[in-house]
């Protein structure tokens, strides 16, 4: 860890957090409990009390706060790949959350390729880590005087997307199941960046158009339009190739939105849509 003890490093990534304008919209998201039970040997012992002091006890850290302050700390040099990482256990300690809490943090970074499990040995910094995240699409929230900025879009979207899903499920018909597969298949297939992100909305906008609402479909059609106008302020040239990460964790996560519609499961698809957006927000306030 380059000499770092992790006290140092957790006063360093949680004091970046605790000033975030986010908290009061984030807290409103429940964490959720994923397969990837994620563990590791302790690199250093630090009480709770030696913690105490620097979170406010109204201030739980949620998971999308444990994914930003791992994030901040590698854009910030702090923490480099091969980086061991404490257990679940003396991360919620430190963060005074819940290990579920932990958990679905970093099975994000574990999504995106930034983790890489050890049998016997624990959970590290991936040695590719800079290069899988140089390949993902971190979303960027520039500033814009004419339309919405990203970040002004997505705080509005996790307001009420999740629990739309609802609607989508009770009432799609096959038309908008086989609309949302066309748009996957777009994601799936595209070659440059512009098309990939033209898919990802094509298949939010099926979802939107099947909750049978004119009201949402006319708030998602502004915002498709707004992101057009700035060319989803690409990181990368339009024309430029999508990265094999990105295009499969996205594929990933919205085939299950998806594949929940199609069972009318309701309460899976809020959660994961809740899952997807969660991820996407972390990482906006950390690379915006």
Known sequence: MGGYSFEILFF????KIKTC??????????????????????????????????????????????YRA???????????????????????????????TVRHALAMMSAQGLLDRKVGSGTFLADALMQRLSESDLPVAAHHQN?????????????????MMGLSAQ???????????????????????IDFKEGIYGVHLAIFRASKNRFLMQVFDA??????????????????????????QTLRELTAIV??????????ATILADNYFTRIFASLSVYG
């Open 171 to 193: 009432r799609a018909d096959a038309d908008d199941f086989a609309l949302m597969r066309h748009h996957l298949g777009v994601v799936r297939n595209a070659d440059q960046w």
């Open 12 to 15: 360093h990534f949680y004091s």
């Open 223 to 248: 915002v498709v339009a707004d992101r057009r106008a700035v060319q989803y302020d690409g990181r990368s040239k339009l024309n430029g190739p999508v990265g094999v990460i990105v295009r499969e």
């Open 70 to 100: 791992i994030l901040q700390s590698i854009r910030d040099g702090v923490l480099k790949a091969g980086d061991k990482l404490p257990n679940e256990r003396e991360l919620s300690t430190r963060f005074d959350s819940s290990r579920s």
């Open 259 to 268: 594949d929940a519609l199609e069972l009318r499961d309701a309460k899976a």
């Open 147 to 163: 339309v919405p900025t990203y970040a002004e879009i997505l705080e509005g979207r996790l307001l009420f997307e999740p629990a």
């Open 21 to 66: 304008d986010w908290s009061t919209i984030m807290a409103k998201y429940k964490t959720i409990e994923t397969k990837h039970g994620l563990s590791a040997a302790v690199l250093h012992q630090v009480t709770v009390a030696d913690l105490s002091g620097r979170i406010a006890a109204k201030d739980k850290a949620t998971a999308s706060k444990v």
